[in-house]
């Protein structure tokens, strides 16, 4: 078969791609960021991966849209009883797009929890969360809580008879829960009724401690789910025991990145 021998570059091409990929060089020679990001995009996963193994992904896109559009609206909303419910007019009717802005906030907030069970019902069909990604799977249960805790404390925002009644009712189903409920409750009102410390409270929650912790939270869920491989469906001939799953690929390195053995644990395919 004839091989097209590979063109020569000439000089002044070959000077050009030196420069453009010297800041790419320069950082991975210090960091190997490059061959981490190289890793996690082109990584081997099984042959039979299918559509229903995007929604990670789907609800990671949710997240991503969410704290951009978030903090959009947070150059402009203000945590005050007392103007919060303007602003929030200001920003629906007055600023350019910031109705669509305030709306896929709004409406991703649903997005995201529904996309956040879809892909823990495929986790669970798929039996995905046993041995050895059991701790993913308390990583996801973490994640899915503080999603809801996010929808909850965002929806007092806008100041609304809606969004004060939903707080109202929240907070008492809180303070009915044993032991801690109570405490949870007053922590959460922050005050003999909810007022102007319960909104700026809400909103630190909202915009700081919850974004925050759900952002390590997903690093985590990542990293488990680069080291421990992506799961076969259930009907896969590798999972049925009918194929060999092959050898893992080389890590060039990274030892901590090998899938243990163990049940569905196919990193290459
Ligand atoms: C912010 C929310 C979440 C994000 C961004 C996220 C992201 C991802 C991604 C990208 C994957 C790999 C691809 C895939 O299987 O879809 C994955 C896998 C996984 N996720 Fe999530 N996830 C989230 C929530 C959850 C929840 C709520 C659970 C369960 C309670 C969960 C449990 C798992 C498990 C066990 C795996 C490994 C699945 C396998 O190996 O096939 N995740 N996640």
Redesign the pocket.
């Known amino acids: 078969m004839a091989v097209t021998p590979a063109r020569r570059k000439s000089p002044r091409r070959a000077q050009i791609e030196a420069a453009a990929l010297y800041p790419l060089d320069w950082l991975e020679e210090r960091s190997g960021l490059v061959g981490a990001i190289k890793y996690f995009l082109f990584r081997r996963v099984p042959r039979d991966t299918s559509w229903?193994?995007?929604?990670?992904?789907?609800?990671?896109t949710?997240?991503l849209v969410q704290a951009i559009t978030g903090v959009i609206l947070a150059f402009y909303y203000k945590p005050d009883p007392d103007k919060a419910y303007e602003s929030i007019q200001i920003i629906t009717n007055d600023l350019t797009l910031g109705w669509l802005v305030r709306g896929m906030h709004r409406w991703g907030a649903s997005v995201?929890i529904i996309?956040?069970?879809l892909?823990?019902a495929?986790?669970?069909l798929?039996g995905?969360?046993k041995y050895p990604?059991e701790l993913?799977?308390?990583?996801?249960?973490l994640?899915?809580t503080l999603?809801m805790a996010e929808g909850f404390t965002g929806y007092l925002l806008p100041w609304d008879q809606t969004a004060y009644w939903a707080t109202v009712v929240g907070i008492n189903i809180n303070g009915t829960a044993p032991f801690l409920g109570p405490f949870i409750a007053q922590f959460l009102q922050g005050g003999a009724a909810i007022g102007s410390d319960t909104l700026s409270k809400f909103y630190s929650i909202h915009m700081l401690v919850l974004p925050g912790a759900?952002a390590g939270?997903?690093g985590l869920?990542?990293y488990?789910?680069i080291r421990?491989?992506?799961?076969s469906p259930p009907w896969s001939p590798t999972e049925a025991g009918r194929e060999r799953a092959p050898e893992p690929p080389s890590t060039n390195g990274r030892e901590g990145l090998i899938r243990p053995s163990g049940r569905?644990g196919s990193n290459g395919e």
């Open positions: 229903a193994q995007t929604l990670g992904s789907a609800s990671l949710a997240f995201f996309l956040m069970f892909h823990m495929r986790v669970f798929y995905a969360y990604r993913n799977w308390i990583v996801g249960v994640l899915l999603g759900i939270l997903i869920h990542l488990l789910v421990l491989g992506v799961t569905g």
